[in-house]
């Protein structure tokens, strides 16, 4: 776990300095995924302590909770009286093929019908386990992706290190920080209490891991607005991911809509991507016409397959890339399975998140102290990486939750009340707290 977070901690450029993990237990898994939880919250934590120190001259103590960690890293909110919507589509999941096994990834309309313009309509699981039976992996693979759908065939570790994709990865850092050429001079505007108070955060990001670092950002006293397209919805995280944020629709292909995007851009001070690599280029808003709408700009992007080699362009979802990478495979011989043992949690998509958030205040930090924005790019597939080759996982089970809740807010939410879990983070004299429960997607305007 140390080292987890010495690794993060000099990606970021920060100091490398012990952050005490309190609490014990640990979530069951052939990988240290409670190690990927602590370490990644507190490298955000430890962002925004060195923040308020360059403003204050006071460096505040940073701890993290173990236990709570393992439970942001899945949910945070526990309804009273009603339930989150499932959280996958009921044929998305993972399938023996002729000679392996594939995951298909169906959560989104347009991604189920790639995948049944290639198989055919399914009605159901069997139906479309009886259709992948005939396809060799590789192939159906392919065919999925080029049908403009979302597919990984499970590969070994040592056979994603031989794939042309996953040395490209290996070759990338973790955290990718460059600083840009614009001035932007401003003034902290917020206070210990409040770190980020007074900053315009423009959030295009989707599930999963683009919505965990705008939360935190907007627990920190950020302005986050949320962007999505017109139909867009995921049911299933939204009331989990849009804590302390707005969230408004506009339609880029539009031009009305594209003006009031355009306006928005000009004022923020971050903006969070979780687009493939080409997308916000073929909508005409490149990295340099970005940076000209926004001089000073923070860009923080995210993709799934990194930022070089064949599949830079690829859709990808945490748990493509869990079977891409080799840790699907590796979660059979440590269960041990006959089937693809995944991460008890989407951990790539939080822990990246966390990362993302980190890389946005660090550059915040250096925009104040320099005058100047900056952009950061980050992968899953690349914090994956990072969690294989940190060995494997804890055996200590983690404890039971408290399962009264007791002394927790309520939040009001569209859907009904619900706790939502004590934060895993303490930064001292700066608590995280969201203005807004959660809410629907497009339920407010789009401004500032």
């Not at 014990?24 to 370490?39: K, M, N």
């Not at 210990?192 to 900053?199: I, N, Q």
């Not at 080759?389 to 200590?396: D, Q, R, V, W």
């Not at 807010?409 to 969201?434: D, F, M, N, Y």
């Amino acid at each position: 776990m140390t080292d987890l977070l010495t690794s993060m901690q000099a990606a970021l450029g920060l100091p490398t300095t012990p952050i005490p993990f309190t609490a014990e237990g640990a979530l069951p898994s052939a990988f240290d995924v409670t190690g990927l939880a602590c370490a990644s919250i507190a490298v955000a934590g430890q962002a925004t302590a060195e923040l308020i120190q360059q403003q204050t001259g006071r460096l505040p103590p940073v701890e993290v909770d173990r236990r709570l960690a393992s439970f942001w890293f899945s949910t945070s909110l526990r309804p009273i009286g009603w339930s989150v919507p499932p959280m996958w589509d009921p044929v998305a999941g993972d399938y023996a093929t002729a000679d392996g096994w594939i995951r298909l990834h169906t959560n989104a309309p347009h991604h189920r019908l790639a995948a049944e313009k290639v198989l055919g309509a399914c009605r159901d699981r069997d139906d479309m386990a009886s259709k992948v039976a005939g396809w060799n992996k590789l192939e159906l693979e392919q065919a999925v992706v080029d049908a403009g759908g979302c597919a990984a065939e499970m590969r070994s570790w040592p056979a994603w290190q031989a794939h042309p994709q996953g040395m490209a990865v290996n070759a990338e850092p973790l955290v990718h920080l460059a600083e840009s050429v614009d001035p932007r001079p401003g003034l902290w505007l917020g206070s210990v209490a409040r770190p980020l108070a007074g900053l315009k955060v423009l959030d295009l990001t989707r599930v999963l891991a683009g919505p965990i670092a705008s939360r935190f950002l907007a627990g920190l006293g950020a302005d986050v607005l949320r962007i999505d397209p017109p139909t867009w919805n995921e049911p299933g995280v939204v009331p989990e991911v849009t804590l302390g944020k707005r969230c408004a629709r506009l339609d880029l292909h539009r031009p009305d809509d594209r003006t009031t995007f355009e306006a928005l851009l000009s004022d923020a001070d971050i903006l969070l991507h979780g687009y493939r690599a080409d997308a916000l280029e073929r909508l005409g808003y490149s990295a340099e016409a970005r940076r000209q709408m926004a001089p000073g700009l923070i860009d923080v992007s995210l993709n799934a397959y990194g930022w070089s080699g064949p599949w830079q362009h690829r859709r990808g979802f945490d748990s493509l890339v869990q079977m891409s990478s080799g840790i699907a495979e590796a979660g059979m011989g440590w269960k041990p399975s006959d089937k693809p043992t995944p991460l008890p949690v989407q951990a790539l998509d939080h822990g990246t998140g966390y990362l993302m958030a980190a890389s946005a205040i660090v550059l915040l930090s250096r925009r104040l102290e320099k005058g100047h924005g900056g952009s950061a790019r980050l992968s899953l597939a690349r914090t994956a990486k990072l969690l294989i080759e940190h060995g494997p996982g804890i055996s200590t089970t983690l404890p039971a939750e408290t399962p009264d809740d007791q002394g927790l807010l309520v939040e009001q939410t569209p859907w009904g009340p619900a706790h939502r879990l004590q934060v895993p983070l303490k930064i001292t004299g700066s608590p995280l707290q969201w203005a807004y429960g959660a809410s629907e997607l497009g339920a407010h305007r789009a401004h500032w």
